[in-house]
């Protein structure tokens, strides 16, 4: 099963200067959220700017396969009806959640906190990806595999405990995955659960929590990391959720306009939450002229307009520690890094290797294939920037949205065209990812 039946593949060539105003779609890791949290909660959530993306839909299907009442009111407007809080539903059939890990492993997190058992599947991307990371603490609270692929992967059948025992658990990885699956188990054990993270990772389910009236605490731990303690067996109470837009999906346009020449444009509302801006603190560095214009607060979150134009980059080194706050957006830094003089070198990225792909080994073949000098030195990638990309190659995706995107976007100030063999992964996270780009000035055939 793939988002697309069959590949779509594209190619994206050299383009005048990118002009005017854009909106990114809704953030995906609050999109899932929202619904989670809906289906978790009693009475009626309201949610505007939901990311309309293959990943989050499939969650949509999987809440009300638990017991939800999921409907669409307008565009990004949704409804969900939820059991709260120990009253999930036991599903009928299986939980099918395509290319998608956040979804698939916040789920587990819900399904292993309640008495019941559902089933879990994914594409072949989903199938390859490594569970154990969140099934092992999720065991240690009473839920149990009935069974699963090799090493724990999907399919898998995983059997809740309907009295979940609050553990205190130190993440061995940096996982927002991880911790908000332990978090969500933790909602329906009597007492208090602690994740304890060396990383502090993307805060979306601590916040949430506090939205819909859990109390939960957040304390530094180390030079780097973040402590999280919540009370199980809250009433989480009905509030209005307002997705703010994607930084994942805004670093696309973003670098597409710092690497064409001529360029000027704003992307409209990005969300600035700080344990996902790891990305434009880089680009900065590396003398991209990005402004923020008009910062507030939407929806709970800083969000800003970013006006971003055409800038000599330079190579910098960006911090392992970083890597956290930027850890979807290093195909796109990397295309970035091959436009800018000098080296850049990324370290920290052992995590790159179990997304959707091995993001490490597909980033150096694309820029491979795009005649960009770069090498991988244990989990650290160095690109040698010359100011400009040869291009000229056809990318192999994988079955991942953010390697087409990235090269699309290497496409658009390349010296040759850059071709992808598969766009249909895109609908994951930017479903309108090519009418945005278009309407720039982004040329692709
Ligand atoms: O919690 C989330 O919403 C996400 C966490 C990250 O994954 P990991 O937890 O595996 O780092 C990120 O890559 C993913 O796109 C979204
Ligand atoms: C890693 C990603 O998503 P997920 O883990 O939800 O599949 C991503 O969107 O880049």
Not at 97 to 106: D, I
Not at 392 to 399: A, I, K, P, Y
């Amino acid at each position: 099963m793939t988002a697309a039946d069959t590949p779509v593949p594209l190619t994206a060539r050299r383009s005048p200067g990118l002009k005017g105003r854009v909106r990114v779609p809704g953030d995906k890791s609050i999109s899932h959220r929202s619904l989670i949290f809906g289906l978790l909660t009693v009475g009626e959530t309201a949610i505007s700017g939901l990311l309309e993306g293959a990943d989050v839909l499939a969650t949509a299907e999987a809440c009300r396969k638990l017991g939800a009442s999921v409907t669409r009111t307008g565009e990004g407007a949704w409804r969900v009806n939820g059991v709260g809080v120990g009253g999930l539903a036991a599903p009928a059939s299986a939980l099918d959640f395509g290319n998608a890990g956040t979804g698939s492993r916040l789920m587990m997190g819900v399904v292993a906190g309640h008495g019941v058992t559902a089933t879990f599947d994914g594409d072949a991307s989903l199938r390859k990806r490594p569970m154990m990371r969140v099934l092992a603490p999720l065991l240690s609270m009473g839920a149990e595999i009935v069974s699963s692929a090799e090493g724990g992967r999907l399919p898998l059948v995983l059997k809740g405990s309907a009295d979940p025992v609050p553990i205190t658990y130190e993440t061995p990885v940096p996982s927002a995955q991880v911790k908000s699956a332990v978090l969500l188990a933790g909602l329906n054990a009597p007492g208090r659960t602690t994740v304890i993270e060396a990383e502090a990772t993307r805060d979306h389910t601590e916040r949430m929590l506090t939205h819909f009236g859990a109390s939960v605490s957040v304390a530094p731990h180390g030079a780097h990391g973040a402590r999280i303690v919540l009370d199980g067996r809250p009433d989480l109470r009905p509030n209005p959720v307002a997705v703010p837009a994607d930084p994942s999906s805004a670093a696309f346009p973003l670098v597409a306009a710092l690497i064409t020449p001529g360029s000027d444009i704003v992307i409209e509302g990005v969300m600035m939450n700080p344990s996902r801006t790891g990305l434009i603190a880089t680009l900065r560095e590396m003398g991209g002229d990005i402004v923020e214009l008009d910062r507030r607060i939407e929806g709970g979150e800083d969000v800003a307009d970013l006006r971003v134009r055409h800038s000599a980059l330079v190579g910098v080194e960006v911090p392992a520690a970083r890597a956290p706050s930027m850890i979807d957006e290093f195909p796109v830094l990397a295309v970035a890094a091959a436009f800018a003089r000098g080296t850049t070198r990324m370290n920290g990225l052992k995590e790159l290797r179990v997304k959707e792909s091995d993001r490490l080994a597909a980033v150096a073949d694309g820029l491979r294939a795009n005649g960009v000098e770069h090498e991988v030195e244990g989990d650290d990638l160095l690109v040698s920037g010359l100011g400009r990309a040869p291009g000229g190659g056809v990318v192999t995706t994988h079955m991942d949205h953010r390697i087409a995107m990235a090269f699309l976007v290497m496409g658009l100030a390349a010296d040759a065209p850059v071709g992808v063999d598969d766009t249909g992964f895109i609908a994951t996270s930017f479903p309108s990812f090519v009418p945005v780009m278009t309407g720039l000035g982004a040329l692709f055939d």
